[in-house]
């Protein structure tokens, strides 16, 4: 597990596995989650981190 956090943009993203993702689903508004070809999850992509985790 990567987690990198984007100042910039207040985007962190936490790579769950070593996968390609193939699809994205919005589980939450700002909050994606990525999935491989077989829907299995490999990242979750939080927008507006600071506004929902304590960075």
């Given at each position: 597990?990567?987690i990198?956090?984007?100042?910039?943009?207040d985007s962190?993203?936490?790579?769950?596995?070593?996968?390609?993702?193939?699809?994205?689903?919005?589980?939450?508004?700002?909050?994606?989650?990525?999935?491989?070809?077989?829907?299995?999850?490999?990242?979750?992509?939080?927008?507006?981190?600071?506004?929902?985790?304590?960075?």
């Amino acid at each position: 597990m990567r987690i990198e956090y984007f100042p910039e943009t207040d985007s962190l993203y936490i790579d769950l596995a070593d996968r390609p993702g193939a699809d994205a689903r919005e589980i939450e508004p700002g909050i994606i989650l990525d999935l491989d070809g077989q829907g299995r999850a490999v990242g979750l992509d939080i927008d507006q981190a600071s506004k929902h985790l304590s960075l």
